[in-house]
């Protein structure tokens, strides 16, 4: 049986997704409009349709692109960005305004991640919608003052009170703890940095054990 996790990549820097493509570990990525800032991408349809192409191209199953504008804007647009492809999730801010936008998104057959999530009961919105996803911000929830991580296992305990089956994209992870905690707590979707993909791997024991394997193949096939 395939396991129910699903890990993503955070970034809208293409180099970083043929980095890390090869490790097999990312079901996909995400992106939002300061992610395109940061990597100087064109926040516009034919950009983010090229930018689409490459992920899928790489062999993402999925690609997270957040609409933009208001009202009648931020569902036309996020139905051109759905058109692009089936792996195309559409994201779009937990605001009034935004909800109104993803319900009429979700009536069209549309795939929804809602985004921006920093209270419990905001998960509620997302099942009540029956939105794909909602991605609440643990570190930036953090920042506030309150325990993000706790905040986030009670929204999963919400979720699954409901009986919903809105999967929880746990967004602005700052260390690997943070993944295996929240895994502990029965979520399942993550989406990290390239700088939270690289720590996965910095265990120093594990690379001491690596160079000792290998030392030792090499000794006795010499």
């Known amino acids: 049986m395939l396991s129910n996790l699903r890990l993503c990549l955070d970034t ?29 991408v064109p926040c516009t349809l034919p950009s983010l349709t090229h930018l689409a192409e490459k992920a899928l191209h790489l062999g993402m199953q999925e690609v997270q692109l957040q609409t933009w504008g208001d009202g009648e804007a931020m569902v ?6 759905a058109a692009i492809a089936p792996e195309v999730v559409v994201k779009v801010p937990i605001t009034a305004a935004g909800t ?28 009540a919608l029956g939105a794909e996803y909602t991605a609440p911000y643990l570190g930036r929830i953090n920042d506030l003052g309150r325990n993000g991580r706790e905040d986030l296992a009670q929204m999963q305990r919400v979720l699954d009170g409901v009986q919903s089956p809105t999967r929880i994209l746990a967004a602005s992870i700052r260390s690997p703890e943070d993944l295996a905690y929240l895994a502990a707590q029965g979520l399942n979707t993550f989406t990290v940095s390239a700088a939270i ?18 030392r030792a193949a090499r000794a006795m096939g010499a």
């Open 12 to 40: 809208a820097d293409v180099a970083q997704w043929e980095l890390w493509h090869s490790s097999g570990l990312f079901y996909g990525v995400t992106t939002n409009p300061l992610l395109l800032e940061r990597s100087q």
């Open 76 to 81: 036309s647009t996020g139905l051109a960005l």
């Open 100 to 127: 109104a936008a993803a319900a009429r998104l979700i009536a069209a057959g549309v795939r929804v991640t809602l985004t921006g999530v920093y209270a419990v009961h905001q998960v509620l919105i997302a099942a």
């Open 197 to 214: 993909a690289t720590q996965l791997f910095e265990v120093e024991a594990t690379q001491a054990a690596a160079a000792d394997f290998e």
